[in-house]
């Protein structure tokens, strides 16, 4: 019989879960602004914006800065190491300026994907050595929960029993490594939606994965009141020619978690996996009404479903601030109703809105 020897003391796990409860409360969800110093060349590449570290900041402040109306939207934003250590005009570091609107601060940690050899083009990721270092020093700088993200892609033969594993092995070693230094681990296996493959295979994959996630948390004894759960929606890949309703992807993402997420954990962000923003938005919004029993908080972690509209309304021009942030604003207040399941589409989402965001093999 597996002997226990306690990995944190009650007060440990009374801190994680304040954070994790605070992060998903009602209403509230996630911005991800943490796209790594190539993801967000290609963001402002798009908008003929010249990637600068000054740019960088100046794009981050805009989303950090927007006005009072996020405040009950966002109860966190996760940060890139860049951002984490810069300021605001006014001299405020990034995390205190999160902290004032009542945001927890988020820390990307991973190094990013590399190849599992061996297998047909599967990956692990990389980044747990000197981990715990990193992550004591990034509580001290005020961030109180980290991401880590796991890629696994659905083919003919994959994702294989190897690529599965390993994944959920150091999602569980990341995660232990947070829990022992205050930080709430927010563990994300991310099946893409690349493929032609239907919502029935998506499922089962995702069961799959999230089964095997779970079972290597147990083994490495993570505390799952003091963790967040960040998947992809059940969806059909972008190549399936079937479709499928809104409906029908919420009970198929739905039926997966409650099969295999435990009602310990206190919430769901989900990713956007390339959807456009207002496809995210009602599927969000489709989930949360779905008439099953739902033990966690389903509600958002976007990146580009916050942000699409607002990076093209900025454009790269100063003078465009006011009204990017609006943009923002409009996503960040939408997808608040959407995981309490209160979005009403309004049929007048603008182009950018609708636009798929889908990018194949997206890395960040």
Known sequence: MPYQYPALTPEQKKELSDIAHRI?????????????TGSIAKRLQSIGTENTEENRRFYRQLLLTADDRVNPCIGGVILFHETLYQKADDG?????????KGGVVGIKVDKGVVPLAGTNGETTTQGLDG??????????????FAKWRCVLKIGEHTPSALAIMENANVLARYASICQQNGIVPIVEPE???DGDHDLKRCQYVTEKVLAAVY???SDHHIYLEGTLLKPNMVTPGHACTQKFSHEEIAMATVTALRRTVPP?????TFLSGGQSEEEASINLNAINKCPLLKPWALTFSYGRALQASALKAWGG?????KAAQEEYIKRAL???LACQGKYTPSGQAGAAASESLFISNHAY
Not at 24 to 36: C, F, N, Q, R, Y
Request: net charge positive.
């Open 334 to 336: 939408a997808n608040s």
């Open 215 to 217: 079972k290597a948390l």
């Open 191 to 193: 099946i893409l939606p």
């Open 131 to 144: 981990l715990s270092e990193r992550c004591a020093q990034y509580k001290k700088d005020g961030a109180d």
């Open 92 to 100: 405020r570091p990034f995390p205190q300026v999160i902290k004032s």
């Open 317 to 321: 021009k100063k003078e465009n601030k």
């Open 264 to 268: 310990a954990v206190p919430g769901i």
């Open 24 to 36: 998903v409360a009602p209403g509230k969800g996630i911005l991800a602004a943490d796209e790594s």
